[in-house]
């Protein structure tokens, strides 16, 4: 079963600031946070991970708390591609499956 | 950069049919993966290589066989193919160590009538 929780859906407009939530409030100290995203008919796309400190790529930002509790994933400046469903994933660094949960439908409005 | 390439897109088969669903990276990653994804529902492991000349069961194992060819290609074979068998089939490649991000191809679709 997934670790994680997100919203089903979230709408942003073009240009904007994306910014989606997940809590993994069961994470474990040995746990990594991945995003990836899947649009329609592709295969999912790796976005970013992130072990506890805030991490930065020339796709998006990943803001994880202090607890470790929650992040947030953060595309900068939002364009009609990025609509996609975007998941959040909680591995074990021994793992070697990504559990992929429901996802958020992202929604990037003109 | 052509990353991970599935082949073929898209196939109808007939139940009881076999057939192969081949897979290549040029990224020299050492480890690769399929998967499954079904509607509704996320993504599964059915096998994965961690390296050249290793393959071990994921969750979802049954009615497949794989075959790491070599470093680069990673097949999946459905010997005889059921309508449960069904799916959007997903082959990923990793370097290998911890916390490596897995890259995925665009997948096959698969329909057994």
């Known amino acids: 079963d997934a670790k994680t929780t997100q919203p089903p859906s979230m709408d942003c407009a073009e240009g904007r600031a994306a910014n989606l939530p997940c809590n993994h409030s069961?994470?474990?100290?040995?746990?990594?946070v991945y995003w990836y995203r899947q649009i329609h008919s592709q295969g999912p796309q790796y976005i970013i991970h992130?072990?506890?400190n805030n991490e930065t790529n020339e796709m998006a930002s990943l803001i994880i708390t202090e607890d470790r509790k929650s992040s947030t994933l953060i595309l900068p400046h939002a364009t009609l591609r990025d609509t996609a469903v975007y998941y959040c994933?909680?591995?074990?660094?021994?793992?070697?499956?990504?559990?992929f949960g429901q996802g958020t439908r992202l929604t990037i409005n003109p | 950069n052509a990353g991970v390439t599935q082949t073929p897109k898209f196939q109808v088969l007939k139940t009881g049919q076999s057939m192969t669903l081949q897979c290549a990276q040029d990224?020299?990653?050492?480890?690769m993966y399929w998967y499954r994804q079904d509607p509704g529902m996320g993504l599964r492991l059915i096998y994965y290589?961690?390296?050249?000349?290793?393959?071990d069961k994921g969750e979802v194992p049954n009615g497949y066989n794989v075959s790491r060819l070599n470093k680069r290609e990673f097949s999946l074979r459905l010997e005889s193919a059921a309508p449960s068998q069904t799916s959007v089939y997903f082959c990923?490649?990793?370097?290998?160590?911890?916390?490596?991000?897995?890259?995925f191809g665009d997948g096959t679709r698969l329909s057994i009538l």
């Open positions: 990923a490649s990793s370097r290998q160590g911890n916390n490596q991000p897995q890259h």
């Open positions: 069961t994470i474990s100290g040995n746990e990594y």
């Open positions: 992130g072990l506890k």
């Open positions: 994933i909680v591995r074990d660094q021994g793992a070697q499956k990504l559990v």
């Open positions: 990224m020299n990653h050492n480890s």
């Open positions: 290589s961690a390296s050249e000349g290793t393959t």
